[in-house]
């Protein structure tokens, strides 16, 4: 976010308040763009600010919506697993898209508080469906900072072991985002954690960070394509032909594709077209509510 010194301005605080408001309007553009500040701005960050503070309040009285969704064998239409992700419904704004919801998060410092209560959503799920002889495998989003260090990839370990859940019944999904120059470093913890009998998924993959490399430097179970090429089908052949040479990567290293954001007919009837086999979106499942705080 960049701010334009002019005889407006008398303090250092409101050229680094004005900055920071068309930061925020860069990231809402993508990664790596810039902004330059207009006035129109500082009613969004207002706003901005207004929303952390619901945020945090929100997150402390467990107000989130927590949701299941199913990722679909397209051949026989069994579920291989079910993500496990939380919404934010505002009083007055309604539902809030989830790139905002997770930029207000990394902005009030609470991904972890968030990972932690995903991470409880889904244990105490799968452990009611253990009793009732008939649990699914759940995969929750987390940040791969749990992971980094070794004494925190054996509290991860600790806190699944003590909740009582088979292990195999839970799956941890990684951003690709997160795996930026972090594929080595990590390496030791994903064999931990796929030792201890947990799937390990790189979602959002294509979304302009990791590279091919990361696909066989980490042994995934499944890595799922971002929704942007799913959404582009059946008109992009680009996109079509990023799916498929992902598919023939994924056959080679045997981990499983799917393909993300298939939401009608017509992507649907591309990803039988191309032979894929896992697909997740509204065309195939609708997420349904697990729990409302």
């Known amino acids: ?47 901005s600010i207004a929303l952390e503070k619901d945020f945090r309040q929100s997150m402390e009285q467990s107000e989130f919506e927590c949701f299941l969704q199913p990722v679909v064998n397209l051949t026989d239409l069994s579920t291989p697993y079910y ?62 900072q749990n992971i980094t260090q070794a004494h925190m ?42 030792r201890a009998g947990i799937s390990i998924i790189l979602d959002n993959f294509g979304s302009g960070i990791a590279s091919i490399s990361d696909l066989f430097a980490i042994p995934f179970d499944y890595v799922k394509i971002d929704k942007q090429y799913a959404r582009a089908l059946p008109r992009s052949q680009r996109h079509a032909k990023f799916i498929h040479s992902v598919k023939a990567i994924t056959d080679q290293l045997q981990c499983r594709l799917i393909v993300d954001g298939v939401d009608d007919d017509h992507q649907l009837a591309a990803m039988h077209q191309m032979n894929v086999e896992f697909a997740q979106g509204k065309g195939v499942s609708k997420a349904h509510r697990l729990y409302s705080g």
């Not at 960049?2 to 860069?26: G, P």
């Not at 409880?120 to 009611?128: G, P, T, V």
């Not at 600790?158 to 930026?180: M, T, V």
């Open 1 to 47: 976010g960049i701010a334009i010194l002019t005889e407006q301005y008398n303090l250092a605080d409101e050229v680094l308040r004005d900055a920071d408001a068309a930061m925020y309007h860069a990231k809402d553009l993508g990664r790596g763009q810039f902004v330059i500040f207009d006035e129109s701005m500082r009613e969004d960050l207002l706003e």
């Open 153 to 194: 990839t054996e509290a991860l370990l600790n806190k699944i072991s003590g909740s009582g859940i088979e292990p195999h019944h839970l799956a941890l999904e990684f951003d690709e985002y997160n795996f930026q120059n972090r594929a080595t470093s990590v390496q030791s913890a994903v064999k931990k954690l796929k």
């Open 83 to 144: 993500e496990c992700f939380i919404r934010w419904f505002h009083p007055d704004l309604g539902e809030i898209k989830r790139e905002k919801f997770w930029r207000i998060a990394e902005q009030t410092r609470l991904t972890s508080d968030i990972d932690t209560l995903l991470l409880d959503y889904a244990i105490n799920y799968i452990r009611q469906r253990e009793t009732q002889g008939n649990a699914p495998i759940v995969a929750v989003n987390i940040s791969v």
